[in-house]
C-alpha cells in the first residue's frame, strides 16, 4: 500500500480532515499519522496553514500517477433472477428508489471527477442506448453475452482496461455512499464481512491487506461484493492472462475472478497485489432476486410496472407481494417463460417472444385448447389472452421433459400423438406448410434477405416435394405441429402432457412424427424406428415418403423461421443450419424412393 498517496488522497478530498479521522482511514495509529504528515511535509507533498493541511503541486504530481482514468461497467448479462422485470428491462436500468442502479453509478463516478465512462451490452443493448446523450457513455457490445460469462465482457473491453487505471463495476450494484474517488493508490475488490456458512467468494488475505487466495464458500469471513479497481500495473499484468485464458477451451463458464482465483493458487510473482476493500453493512448491494429488491424498495412490493406481474396479480386477485418462487424456465424459441408462486402453488407464465404476432394466431392456438379439453393431455389452462398471447397454466410439480434418446419414452409420446390423431379432432384452420413456407419466405425478403446462397435450388426442391405429397394425400385432422420431445412433459405421477399448442392446426398426422424427428436431430435410421412407433407396424413406402418429404419441408420452413428471427434480432445459433440441412438431406431420401 502507497502511504502517501492514501494520505494526500484523503486531504485532497477533504483538506479540514483530522488526524484522528485520517489514522480510521488509513488504519493507523495516530502517531503513525502524524509521522507520516511530517514525511509528507518535509518531501514538499504538503504544506500546514492555519485553515488545515494542503497539498502542494508537487504532492500533486505524485498523486497523479494514481488518477483513476476509466470506469467500465458490464451490463450485458440477463439478469435471469430478476424475471419477469428483466425481460422487459435490463437489470442494472431497474429503480431502486426512483433511479436506475446503472445512472446512481454513473453519477457517482461523475461526482469525483470520472467521466470516461464504457458499457459493456449485450441482452437488450438498444435500451442503453439513451446514456450515450445523457453521460456522454461509449458503448461496447459483447456478443458472447449469452454463451460465455462476464470473462467475455472484460475481453472485449481489453483496450479500456488492460495498461489503464480503471473501476471494474457491475450496472446492478447499488452503492448507499459514494465510494469512487478521483485517486487510487492500489488495486481493489470491495469487500464485506458475512457471518455464518457463504457460498460467496471468499478471500483469504495478509496483514497488508493483500489478497492471497479465493476460494468458493467459507465460514465467518470477507466476501467478494460489490466494485473493483484495477491499477495501471495491475490491469497491465492481469489483462494479457485474462486474454489467453478466454480463447482457452472450457472457459465459456468462467467469470473474470477465475482468472484471478487461479493465477493466486499458481502464485504469480509477477502479478501486483490486489488488495481487500472492507465495506461496512448495508454499504453495498448485490440484489440476488426480485425478493431482495422488495424488502429494500417497497414500490416492487405492490406496483412494480411490470406488465406479467400486473397481469397475475389480477387474475389471481391478490396484490404483487404474494407472488413469490419467481425464476426462469429454459427459454423457448418463441416464447419466454418464468415460474412463479401463489399461496404455495406453482404456475407458469408465457410472454410471446419477440416478432410473434407475425408468425402465430393467438386466437386459433385457443381454438385448439377449446378442442381438445376434454381429453384430458394438455397443460391445465388458468388464463390465456387471445389478443395478447399471455398465458398462465398449472406447473406441474416433479414434472421433467420427455427424453429424445430415450426409446420407451418416445414410444410413450408417440402413442399420445397416436390417440390425438385418432379422434379426428376438427378446427377451423389448417396448419399449410406450403402457406407457410411461402409465408416465412416472405417475412425474410421483407426484413433483409435470405442468407443461403443456394436458397433458390432447394426452394424448387421442396416445391417438388410439395407435389409429391398432393398425390398422395390422406385425411387430415388436428395436429400439434410444434411436437418437440420438450413438449412431452411427464409428471411425477407417470402421465405425460403435450403442451404449448401455438402452432397446431388441420394437417396430415405423419408430419406430427417428421417434426418430433428433427426437433430431436434425429437421422434416417432413428426416424424410421419413430414411425414405426407411432404406427405400431412396419410403413409403407408412401408413409416413408410423407416422412421424409415432411422431414425436409419442415427442416425449410423452420430454416426460414430462424432466418426470420436473426433478421429481427434473435439468434438461435446454428439451429438453422442443421434445419437446412434436414431440408437438403431427406429431399434426396424421397427422391431415392421414386
Avoid at 408430419?511 to 412407433?533: E, N, T, V
Wanted: aromatic share 14%; charged share 25%; with cysteine.
Amino acid at each position: 500500500m502507497n502511504k502517501y498517496a492514501y494520505l494526500l488522497r484523503e486531504i485532497f478530498e477533504c483538506n479540514t480532515i483530522t488526524q484522528r479521522d485520517l489514522a480510521e482511514k488509513l488504519s493507523l495509529s495516530l502517531g503513525s499519522v502524524n509521522s507520516l504528515i511530517r514525511e509528507a511535509i518535509a518531501l514538499n507533498y504538503l504544506n500546514k496553514n492555519e485553515h488545515g493541511l494542503n497539498i502542494t503541486s508537487k504532492g500533486l504530481d505524485y498523486l497523479s500517477k494514481f488518477k483513476v482514468e476509466r470506469a467500465v461497467i458490464m451490463a450485458a448479462g440477463f439478469g435471469s433472477r430478476f424475471v419477469p422485470l428483466t425481460f422487459e428491462t435490463p437489470k442494472g436500468l431497474l429503480e431502486v428508489f426512483g433511479v436506475r442502479m446503472i445512472e446512481r453509478q454513473i453519477e457517482q463516478l461523475h461526482e469525483v471527477g470520472v467521466f470516461d465512462i464504457v458499457i459493456v451490452v449485450g441482452y437488450l443493448k438498444e435500451h442503453f442506448e439513451y446514456l450515450i446523450d445523457k453521460y456522454d457513455v461509449k458503448l461496447v457490445y459483447n456478443p458472447d453475452y449469452s454463451s460465455k460469462n462476464n470473462i467475455s465482457s472484460l475481453h472485449y473491453a481489453y483496450q479500456y482496461i488492460n495498461n489503464t487505471n480503471v473501476y471494474i463495476l457491475s450496472s446492478d450494484n447499488w452503492m448507499r455512499e459514494n465510494m469512487y474517488h478521483r485517486y487510487e493508490p492500489f488495486s481493489w475488490y470491495s469487500s464485506v464481512y458475512m457471518e455464518g456458512s457463504t457460498s460467496e467468494w471468499v478471500l483469504d488475505f495478509n496483514k497488508k491487506r493483500e489478497i492471497t487466495e479465493i476460494n468458493i464458500g467459507g465460514n465467518d469471513t470477507y466476501v467478494m461484493y460489490g466494485p473493483v479497481y484495477f491499477s495501471k500495473d495491475f490491469s497491465s499484468v492481469f489483462m494479457p492472462i485474462l486474454e489467453k485464458a478466454f480463447h482457452t477451451p472450457g472457459s465459456d463458464d468462467w467469470y473474470w475472478e477465475n482468472v484471478l482465483m487461479r493465477e493466486l493458487k499458481e502464485k504469480n510473482s509477477l502479478l501486483p497485489a490486489m488488495h481487500i476493500n472492507p465495506q461496512p453493512a448495508n454499504q453495498v448491494y448485490e440484489f440476488e432476486n426480485l425478493e431482495e429488491l422488495r424488502a429494500f424498495d417497497d414500490k416492487y412490493k405492490e406496483k412494480s410496472g411490470n406488465v406479467a406481474l400486473e397481469l397475475i396479480a389480477k387474475v389471481f386477485n391478490v396484490s404483487e407481494n404474494h407472488i413469490n418462487g419467481l425464476r426462469t424456465l429454459k427459454s423457448g424459441m418463441t416464447n419466454k417463460s418464468f415460474l412463479f408462486e401463489i399461496d404455495n402453488k406453482s404456475y407458469i407464465c408465457r410472454i410471446p417472444g419477440k416478432g410473434t404476432d407475425v408468425l402465430i394466431d393467438r386466437k386459433h392456438e385457443y381454438d385448439c385448447y377449446m378442442a381438445i379439453k376434454d381429453l384430458n393431455i394438455t397443460e391445465k389452462i388458468i388464463y390465456f389472452d387471445k389478443e395478447s398471447g399471455y398465458k398462465i397454466s398449472k406447473f406441474y410439480d416433479g414434472s421433467r421433459n420427455a427424453n429424445p434418446n430415450d426409446s420407451i419414452e418416445m414410444a410413450r409420446c408417440m402413442e399420445l400423438l397416436r390417440t390425438l390423431h385418432e379422434k379426428h379432432i376438427c378446427v377451423d384452420h389448417e396448419f399449410n406448410i406450403a402457406e407457410r413456407i411461402d409465408y416465412y419466405t416472405k417475412l425474410c425478403e421483407d426484413t433483409g434477405g435470405i442468407s443461403f446462397h443456394d436458397v433458390n435450388i432447394v426452394h424448387k426442391n421442396m416445391v417438388l416435394l410439395l407435389d409429391l405429397l398432393n398425390e398422395i394425400k390422406s385425411k387430415t385432422c388436428l395436429c400439434h405441429i410444434d411436437s418437440v420431445a420438450d413438449n412431452f412433459i411427464i409428471t411425477s405421477d407417470n402421465k405425460i402432457k403435450l403442451i404449448d399448442w401455438e402452432y397446431a392446426g388441420m394437417a396430415e398426422p405423419i408430419i406430427d412424427i417428421a417434426m418430433c424427428a428433427i426437433y430431436s436431430y434425429y437421422d434416417k435410421s432413428q426416424a424410421d424406428k419413430l414411425l414405426k412407433s407411432y404406427l405400431q407396424r412396419d410403413p409403407s413406402i408412401d408413409e416413408c415418403k410423407k416422412l421424409y418429404a415432411y422431414m425436409a419441408l419442415s427442416g425449410y420452413l423452420w430454416a426460414l423461421w430462424t432466418v426470420y428471427k436473426a433478421n429481427v434480432g434473435e439468434e438461435f445459433g446454428e439451429y438453422s443450419l442443421k434445419m437446412y440441412r434436414y431440408a437438403k438431406d431427406f429431399f434426396k431420401e424421397v427422391m431415392k424412393l421414386q
